[in-house]
């Protein structure tokens, strides 16, 4: 495993994300668009876990969101941020859903 000094940690915007709307993106097997409120900004977030769990399954349900990456296109939609889940070494995913009560935009560090 390589070491990282912890500078290197909070170069990235982690923040608590509810997601508002998931659809499975048309023409993938594992791709879902969200709608993402982050309390003053709205992003697009394009997840790989349609594999393994429905768009209904995240509707309505916070979790923590990568911010500052460069967006990326997936079948024609561009990706603002990344969906923090955990994976185990064989693939299977776990979503890692934060409480009701933290407010939407929220700092995780």
């Not at 912890?6 to 170069?11: A, L, P, Q, Y």
């Not at 997936?74 to 923090?84: N, P, Q, W, Y």
């Amino acid at each position: 495993m390589e070491l990282y000094d912890v500078s290197e940690f909070w170069k990235f915007d982690l923040r608590v994300g509810l997601v508002r709307k998931a659809e499975k993106l048309r023409r993938t097997k594992k791709l879902i668009k969200l709608d993402v409120d982050f309390g003053t900004e709205r992003r697009t977030i394009i997840t790989g876990i349609a594999d393994q769990y429905s768009p209904e399954e995240l509707e309505g349900r916070k979790f923590i969101f990568v911010l500052n990456l460069k967006p990326k296109e997936f079948s024609g939609v561009k990706s603002e941020g990344m969906l923090i889940v955990a994976e185990t070494e064989e693939g299977r995913v776990y979503l890692l859903p934060v409480p009701e009560e933290v407010p939407e935009g929220t700092k995780v560090w």
